[in-house]
């Protein structure tokens, strides 16, 4: 076949996805809804411009993160809303140009001010003129090359390595994983797998798999398999 889906509905030029509604070019994604432009997304609605996120809405132009609701421009955020230009923030509301924040609220520039004043700079940067768009993109990217940068985003993932990786146990060489994976090594794109090694787009309910390319789903014990689902 010329693509690979599963329970789509109205979702052109999307590959290797499944449980997607009114998506577009949507890729090794797995449950989506109205989402255009994005890979490796899993559980995310309303939303454009988005790579390795999970379990988010609302949301334009992020990288990895989970958790994530009405917020723009922001990279490897954990549990952030109503928030544009972060990068490396967790448990976040309100802020604006900022990174490596814990648990705070109403930051612009990583300077802590009052709800009043916040809201009031804030208005004042007119994010829908494109000049002043850009001039901020640049300014964030000197954010971010001044910022500490941790060796990896691991969140709540104990005895694990990799990058990007949420609800991710005793499990090494393993990337954009998110959720109730357990037991694992060497796995790209993965959620919901135990027991299992070497695969790429895998899991869903799965365990013991080794050697498999978007596989899986309420499966087990398979081995050196391409697109086999149940």
């Known amino acids: 076949p010329a693509v690979f889906n599963n329970t789509c509905?109205?979702?052109?030029?999307c590959n290797h996805i499944g449980h997607a509604n009114n998506c577009y070019l949507v890729f090794a994604t797995w449950i989506a809804d109205n989402v255009s432009y994005g890979h490796q997304v899993i559980e995310c609605r309303d939303s454009f411009d988005i790579s390795a996120s999970s379990q988010s809405e609302l949301v334009y132009n992020t990288i990895g993160g989970n958790h994530i609701y009405n917020s723009q421009f922001v990279q490897d955020c954990t549990q952030t809303r109503d928030s544009q230009f972060l990068f490396d923030c967790r448990n976040v509301n309100d802020c604006f140009g900022c990174t490596n924040l814990r648990n705070k609220s109403f930051c612009l520039f990583n300077e802590q001010l009052d709800e009043i004043t916040y809201r009031k700079k804030r208005a004042e940067l007119d994010t829908g003129s494109y000049q002043t768009l850009q001039q901020l993109k640049g300014k964030f990217v000197e954010l971010k090359r001044n910022a500490i940068h941790r060796y990896?985003?691991?969140?709540?993932?104990?005895?694990?390595?990799?990058?990007?990786?949420?609800?991710?146990?005793?499990?090494?060489?393993?990337f954009d994983a998110k959720t109730e994976v357990s037991d694992c090594r060497y796995l790209v794109n993965a959620l919901q797998i135990t027991d299992s090694r070497d695969g790429y787009g895998v899991g869903?309910?799965?365990?013991?798999?080794?050697?498999?390319?978007?596989?899986?789903?309420?499966?087990?014990?398979m081995a050196f398999v391409i697109v086999v689902w149940g």
């Open 9 to 13: 509905t109205n979702s052109a030029y």
């Open 204 to 221: 869903g309910h799965f365990d013991q798999l080794l050697e498999g390319v978007d596989s899986g789903v309420e499966g087990s014990r």
């Open 152 to 174: 990896a985003h691991l969140v709540n993932s104990p005895d694990s390595t990799g990058e990007n990786l949420v609800g991710v146990n005793n499990s090494q060489y393993v």
